[in-house]
């Protein structure tokens, strides 16, 4: 493209038609470097917004110039160049100052915490979670070593101390020192808002009361992996094909998809391998997170899967020697607590315990806690028992009918109607003991024996500082089969009693009622705000195996269905 020549650019024929130049000699035209502006004429009067596009850019644009002087079609390249570059640059910092205010905070690894209960260490208040002596704390700061430290309250805790953090829970309202269990629930709120990994921890001693059933307001969309702890805790004999395909039905029904169920015990180590296996596989550059209520057995179960992890991941080796407390205390961990066991990226965090205020842990003494937490296999403890030990003497011929049964302190059932070969079976702690006595006795008994037969709680000033059983239920109990558990009446905390209809080595002879009712009624009193479950009866012992019924499923559920490990 030729360059304009003054002639070309100052052509009248360039110019709009309304416009005239006021003085126009091309025989006396100077050319400047720097052009002049241009003085020019219209015949009709126009505002700048209702003039013509090309006719503004011509009024507020001075001429390039020409000579030497004006841009070559290079010089106008690299200028468009550099532009589309600037402009680049300025979008790519929009996106990132946008990113930066939309991203979520994650857990703040900045404050020093204790890797016991992940609480943040101070100098100041003794009786406070968290709490380090200034010297100790200055000289593990100066050696950058603060991650190596345990506090004095989680010290307490390893040596067998009963200490409570959390406010409303082990009979304490609270106090200075206590942190309350919503604090420790918005501390898992930044779950949802977050590419990870759950996995979900569920008691099976406690298996509804510790199940979390929103669990999907703290886990948002993230996949979950269901692991069951305590199963070594079962009765002797125990199927654990029935029991596997139990907790599935109870999963669907409760409608919470999850990647995969695996039945574990963190202190025989049985199927934590493939709880570990399932994690790399799904892990896929993810934080986990170890989710479930409070004394659901997190710590403990962290610290079997590193021990697992450890045998392949030299990085897991090297986490287990900082490995979070584990106490019988609900409330031990206060914070996240970051551990490093994968080598190939992303992290694993033990979380604060999610406290349900319907479990037994809300109302019972903090000393007196370690009474709820099963250390050994469970074994039912049935009344009325067989007649062979002469147990049944003590009831008449209409059986259970007309009695009311204490289970410690904290739970009391009376038997309303039930068949007279009925058997409930007690299935929890051993250090809970059972009574049977006449319904109409068993006020004036519990009056007398709270704290002394029937505990916890345990002494005579914890039981003046009782609220009592302020929660009455009556159950109204159906069934098909009369030679099958017809449920399971679940205590949240606590553990559960099996309803038999009949059991024939009673050696009761029916006589006063009919089958044909199909009915059982029951009242169970309990502490407020305690809460209780009527669900399908699990198949534990031996017997479990010959009463359970698997259910046919069809294609579509055996492909939504998650698979069970063990």
Request: aromatic share 8%; charged share 25%.
């Amino acid at each position: 493209m030729a360059l304009k020549t003054p002639s070309t650019f100052l052509s009248p024929l360039f110019l709009p038609k309304h416009y005239t130049l006021s003085i126009f000699n091309p025989v006396s035209l100077n050319i400047y470097r720097k052009p002049t502006p241009l003085s020019c004429k219209s015949t009709h009067s126009h505002s700048p917004s209702q003039l013509p596009l090309s006719d503004t850019k011509l009024l507020s644009s001075e001429p390039e110039g020409t000579g030497a002087a004006s841009p070559t079609r290079g010089d106008r390249f690299l200028e468009r160049q550099q532009a589309d570059e600037a402009a680049k640059l300025l979008i790519k910092e929009i996106k990132k100052t946008k990113k930066k205010t939309k991203k979520v905070l994650k857990v703040n690894t900045a404050t020093a915490c204790c890797y016991g209960c992940g609480a943040p260490l101070q100098t100041s208040e003794v009786d406070a979670p968290g709490f380090v002596d200034m010297d100790t704390y200055e000289l593990k700061k100066k050696h950058h070593q603060l991650r190596t430290i345990l506090c004095g309250r989680c010290r307490l805790l390893s040596h067998g101390h009963m200490i409570t953090a959390v406010g409303g829970n082990g009979g304490y309202s609270g106090g200075k020192q206590f942190v309350s269990a919503d604090e420790l629930r918005e501390k898992l709120f930044h779950l949802r808002y977050e590419k990870a990994l759950i996995v979900k921890l569920v008691d099976i001693v406690d298996f509804n009361g510790s199940f979390l059933s929103r669990v999907r307001d703290l886990a948002g969309a993230n996949p979950i992996i269901l692991v069951v702890t305590k199963v070594d805790l079962l009765p002797k004999g125990t199927d654990f094909n029935c029991v596997g395909d139990w907790v599935v039905e109870a999963i669907t029904k409760k409608k919470l998809n999850v990647l995969s169920v695996h039945l574990t015990s963190s202190k025989s180590l049985v199927g934590i391998a493939g709880v570990a296996s399932e994690i790399q596989k799904e892990k896929k550059g993810r934080d986990v997170y170890i989710l479930g209520s409070a004394n659901v057995g997190k710590s403990a179960f962290i610290s079997a899967l590193l021990k697992m992890m450890a045998q392949r991941d030299p990085a897991a080796a090297a986490a287990q020697k900082y490995k979070p407390i584990q106490s019988a205390v609900p409330g031990t961990t206060l914070g996240p607590i970051q551990i490093d066991p994968f080598l190939g990226g992303g992290k694993l965090y033990d979380t604060p315990g999610v406290h349900l205020h319907h479990r037994q842990a809300a109302v019972v003494h903090s000393e007196d806690l370690p009474i709820l937490a099963p250390q050994s296999r469970l074994r039912g403890q049935s009344f009325p028992v067989s007649s062979k030990n002469g147990m049944v003497g003590k009831f008449n011929s209409d059986g259970l009918n007309g009695f009311s049964i204490f289970w410690g302190g904290l739970v009391r059932i009376d038997v309303l109607k039930v068949l007279p070969e009925t058997c409930l079976t007690f299935y929890g702690p051993k250090k809970l003991p059972i009574h049977a006595v006449p319904t109409h006795e068993a006020d004036e008994f519990y009056k007398k024996e709270l704290g002394v037969l029937l505990t916890p709680p345990t002494g005579k000033d914890r039981a003046g500082e009782w609220r009592g059983l302020e929660t009455v239920q009556q159950l109204q109990i159906n069934f098909e089969d009369a030679e099958r558990p017809a449920s399971d009446v679940a205590i949240s905390g606590l553990g559960w009693i099996t309803v038999e209809p009949r059991r024939e080595s009673l050696g009761i002879s029916e006589s006063n009622f009919s089958e044909t009712t199909k009915q059982l009624d029951i009242v169970v009193h309990v502490p407020k705000p305690v809460e209780i479950f009527v669900r399908p009866s699990i198949p534990v012992g031996k017997a479990g195996a010959e009463w359970y019924q698997y259910r046919e499923l069809t294609e579509k559920e055996e492909e939504i269905r998650p698979k069970w490990y063990f």
